[in-house]
């Protein structure tokens, strides 16, 4: 009989594991769950929906007909609520409930929002779906001020969007430097002066302790207090402080969890024949050499990829994936990945240089040989030669100097190095 | 499907294939207007190496297992199932440059040309022979068949 493939969640890691099972089954039945009511989007596309840049249309993660070519039966709208291990079913809030042989976890994050004062009036929002941007969006015309607590990737995502859209925008950080999780100190200082010069101010070393709201008409956000007393008027307010592993189904079934949910190599998690990967789970970082969660688009749909494959009976390993960023948000160019900040002891080593005429940045972080972290600022053409390295766990430490230069490339690495990848060999990817 | 072999110790770098890389992705497909004349040069979606005598010219491998498809954050990277090329459909790229920081060559650039999107080999469409083999003078390009 046709295995019954069961997928909760349909965006990078759902859709990553279907593509991995059919890349091996073609047969088996394979249904997807998910609560949004869109087919697969780009997630990170919201702020350009917000923007007014991309409509749905131009957001689909895979052709229309994705789903009826693969033979993909997509429910929408619809969640699930219940998840039973031993009688291998799987409820939905609308009470169905499907049987499964093989079942994958991929629920991503639920924003978090902290327990200040206020944040529950009219006039606040999240910023992680298709909902929420078209929420936002229906507020722009009527508004002037807004204001963005939490200056990371989302944060610094949805304030171009509202600049874009011409309106005066802060962004709150609560540590001493915006995008602090994905860049390092000199590449946060050129990110915020790009922030910057687009208009938008950059409080930092604050965070908003308390939210006012209009006496009359449903209390709508008005301004926010800062803990330094300084208040900020705003119709707007977005919490974009961060995203937490959504376990509560997987929990709720008594599978193992941790910070996210706890899987193996083979993205399985302690129960037999059920799956988990992307943003609800923690999993190998390569460079940390830790299992945390890193909850970024390439490694969800990596991770579904070699999920799916197990689940179709394949033995396929999950590379492990790092913590990695991308950012052409304010016209930065701009890509990281890794460890960024070595701790002093530990035999790391670190090589950077800087050119701030040039708007240029470089730095790689070694431990013992091998790369463990880089960030590129500028000209980052090339800087996917630096991290297919790292990826590989290549021993660099000879001529990693060389990787800081211009115009460096292939033929920076040693000869049978480079022949390799001459020859479209690369160790670090697959499944 | 086809792969372009670069052959090292036949290139004598002089960047031909850059070249033409550029006339082919011209508006004109003329070598003096696409470089003289069209209002917006294309970036060349080859690129030669040189240290000393050593040189060769890279572009995309197509890989297999193409981590620049995998990694994309809006599907435009995709595997085209018919000639197995990785194409990129700059309607669907945001150029948020995942695909650059995964891909391994360091074959993706930014599309200097249209500054928002990548660019990269796409085999001139799988048809034929790409500009890049069939103007190297001294065979360093070839087209092989690969299972
Ligand atoms: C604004 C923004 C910008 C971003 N920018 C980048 C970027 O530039 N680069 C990058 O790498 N990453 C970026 N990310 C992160 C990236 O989007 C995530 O890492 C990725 O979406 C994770 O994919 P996933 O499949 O694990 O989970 P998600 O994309 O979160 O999808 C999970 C899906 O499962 C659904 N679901 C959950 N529980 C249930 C249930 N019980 N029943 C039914 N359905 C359920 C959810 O509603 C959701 O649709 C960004 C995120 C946001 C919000």
Redo the contacts with the bound molecule.
Sequence with gaps: MARRYVI?????????AAEGIRQVDREGQITI????PYPAYS??M??KYLAGEADLAHMLYRPADFYAKQGIELLTG????ALDLQAHTLT??DGRRLAWDQLLL????TPFVPRTEGLDREGVFT???LDDAKRLAAKLSAARRAVVIGGG??GI??AEALAKKNLAVSVVELKDRILNMVLDEPASVIAEEAVRRAGVEVLCNTTVASVVGRPQNGGAVVSVFLDNGREVPCDLLVV?IG?VP?T??AKAAGLKVNRGIVVDEHMATDAPGVYA????VEAYDFAADVVRPT???????L??RTAGRNMAGDAAVYPGGTA????NYFGLSLVSAGVLLPPANDGFQVLSRVEPERGLYRKLVLRGEQLAGLIYVGDINRAGIAFGLMREGAAVAGFAEELLADGFGLISLPRELRQSRLEGKFNGVHP | MKRIVAREEYCIGCRLCEVHCVVQHSRTKNIIKAFKKERVRPTARIHVEESGPESFSLQCRHCDEPSCVY?C?TGAMHKDELTGAVVHDPERCIG?W?CLLFCPNGAIAKDAAHGKVVAKCDLCGGQGTPACVENCPNEALVLEEVP
């Design positions: 909760v969640g349909n965006s990078a890691g759902g859709v990553g769950v998910s609560d949004e997630r990170p919201i702020s619809t969640a699930a609520s939905l809030a991929a629920t991503g994050g910023f992680t779906t990737l989302i995502s949805v974009a995203v959504r509560d189904l990967c992307g943003d609800c909850p970024v688009w390439p490694n969800a749909y991770g579904g990695c960023s991308s950012l | 990694a954050l948020c995942t």
